[in-house]
């Protein structure tokens, strides 16, 4: 019965996080890490750029890895969307 619980509780959450990302306007630092894990050439050069940015290397290791899949705000909102879930 408790574990029923967990999952709604965790279906409910998905379903409020993503209609409020929906709503999310993008703030310049997010859009900033995003535009770096794309247009770097490789994984070498990416650690290189990010050196002085205050965002973990595991995010834009993330973010490059979603890029393939969609335009810019799908890939954040959906990176943001599996973090959070």
Known sequence: MALRWRWTALLLFG?????LLGRHAFW????????IAVHT????????HIRYQGHPALWFLV????????????VL?????????
């Not at 310049?28 to 535009?35: G, N, P, T």
């Not at 490059?64 to 969609?70: D, E, M, V």
């Open 63 to 74: 973010l490059r890895g979603l890029r393939g899949f969609s335009n810019a705000s799908d």
């Open 15 to 19: 379903l409020v996080l993503g209609l």
């Open 41 to 48: 050439d490789s994984i070498s050069s990416l650690f290189y």
């Open 77 to 85: 909102r959906g990176a943001h969307w599996l973090l959070a879930s």
């Open 28 to 35: 310049r630092d997010e859009v900033h890490a995003y535009q």
